[in-house]
């Protein structure tokens, strides 16, 4: 079994049909799986677990129930795989968009668990990995227009060019050990003030 899957919860209110589930994981070399049975303070028993993958079994999901579901993947942000009987397009875009990694129609087969499991928990990595550089991106396009706009208030106080106008604030940001951006910031609130 994949190194990054060593925790496992499972959640189905079939107990015969979890406890498969659950044996499955075991002959596919997992030794720590929990069974959940009851959707009764779900979210906050997910937690104290602090699984690596969550496997939820839906033989008919129902529209209230695939919701509970989503509530807690999207609030517990782990690769979460999802087992249904039935296709329902609005439930799978729905699953998807809440960021389930894998939903599997009508093939729960403990043969394939392990390899279902370790494609879940790849597409969970690269998805947040692409989330992350979005983050990063945005941010550092946030600041450039932060800077931008503190060099254009000390073009126009200072009678600065756009040149010397970032060299002030790169030595401002070298003397204060702090970030260009963070000097840009100071220089937009101070000309509020001013």
């Known amino acids: 079994m994949d190194d990054r ?6 959640i189905d209110r079939d107990i015969e049909r979890g406890a498969l589930i659950e044996e499955g994981l075991r002959e596919a070399g997992l030794r720590d799986v929990t069974l959940i049975t009851d959707g009764n303070n779900l979210l906050n028993r997910i937690l104290a677990i602090d699984p690596d993958v969550i496997l939820i079994d839906l033989e008919n999901p129902r529209r209230d129930t695939v919701e509970q579901m989503l509530r807690v993947s999207q609030q517990v942000k782990r690769p979460v795989v999802m087992f249904a009987d039935e296709s329902e397009p609005e439930l799978i875009r729905k ?26 928990v790849a597409r969970f990595e690269q998805f947040h990995a692409v989330e992350a550089e979005v983050e990063r991106l945005q941010t550092a396009l946030e600041d450039r227009k932060t800077i931008e706009r503190a060099k254009g208030i000390l073009m126009e106080t200072r009678q600065l060019s756009e040149k010397e106008a970032y060299a002030l604030l ?3 940001a070298m003397n204060e050990k702090k970030k260009l951006s963070e000097i840009a910031e100071l220089v937009i609130g101070a000309s509020r003030i001013g």
Do not use: M, P, T, W
Not at 5 to 10: A, D, E, F, K, S
């Open 5 to 10: 899957i060593g925790n496992v919860v499972v």
């Open 170 to 172: 790169r030595r401002a």
């Open 95 to 120: 699953a998807i968009k809440a960021g389930v990694s894998a939903y599997i129609v009508d093939g729960l087969q403990k043969s394939r668990l392990k390899s279902i499991l370790e494609v879940a």
